[in-house]
């Protein structure tokens, strides 16, 4: 294992820790060598790491850049790129920073789809455990979180291809958190996601439906 991913594993307790902060796989960390780009930020935030140590190859230290005191105004760093692309001006382009900036919002789109399978899945389960506690509130969020996703799949078939990736991983959240909110077993629910992806976004699919 790389020295710079042990000492992040370090500060966070453990590989499986950071693993999970940054969500990859335990064995994904051990395979690394070097830090994966689109990880850089995410080990930097959970560990307090500087970029220019984890990978110092892409990140020189602050003294050695003067464009770094500019990226701490955002908008005006991303007019600036913008210019520079439309006028061609390579050297004007920070492109390792562009392309964290491009990678963070493909992060953020996923992370968003992770998220709503994860509330979606939530909700079916505990209208199964917990009848006392059904309401139409229940079959709103569902609804809404259901047609969020649809539209989000509108714009990009790979997310869609995404979710079908993380569905197991989000039900698995799901059926941690409910397990926790509950007080009931994991035994209690299915190891295995028990609806598939079709299912969940069929809009005649809800509590109501599934008894």
């Known amino acids: 294992m790389l020295d710079i991913v042990r000492q992040a ?10 693993a999970e902060c940054i969500g990859v796989t335990r064995q994904a960390i051990y395979q690394w060598r070097e830090i994966p780009i ?3 930020r995410d080990i930097a935030l959970a560990t307090g790491i500087a970029r220019a140590d984890l990978r110092p190859d892409l990140y020189p230290p602050p003294e050695a850049s003067e464009r770094n005191v500019e990226r701490h105004d955002v908008v005006a ?14 050297a ?7 392309a964290e900036v491009l990678e963070e919002r493909c992060r ?14 939530h909700r079916l389960m505990k209208w199964q455990v917990r ?7 229940t079959v709103a969020v569902i609804t809404s979180e259901r047609a969020r996703l649809l539209a989000r799949f509108d714009q990009s078939h790979r997310l869609r291809l995404h979710a079908a990736d993380v569905l197991q991983q989000a039900y698995e959240a ?10 009931l077993s994991l035994e209690r629910f299915p190891s295995a996601c028990p609806v598939t992806l079709e299912r969940l976004l069929d809009p005649g699919f809800t509590p109501t439906a599934t008894g």
């Open 9 to 18: 594993a370090e500060r966070v307790g453990g590989v499986p820790r950071l």
């Open 38 to 40: 689109d990880r850089i």
């Open 77 to 90: 760093w991303n007019e600036r790129q913008a210019e520079a692309l439309r006028r061609g001006d390579l």
């Open 92 to 98: 004007g382009i920070d492109r390792h920073a562009l």
């Open 108 to 121: 953020e789109a996923r992370g968003e789809i992770f998220r709503r399978l994860r509330l979606i899945l």
């Open 131 to 137: 009848p006392e506690r059904r309401s139409l509130s």
């Open 174 to 183: 799901a059926r941690a958190d409910l397990a926790e909110e509950t007080g």
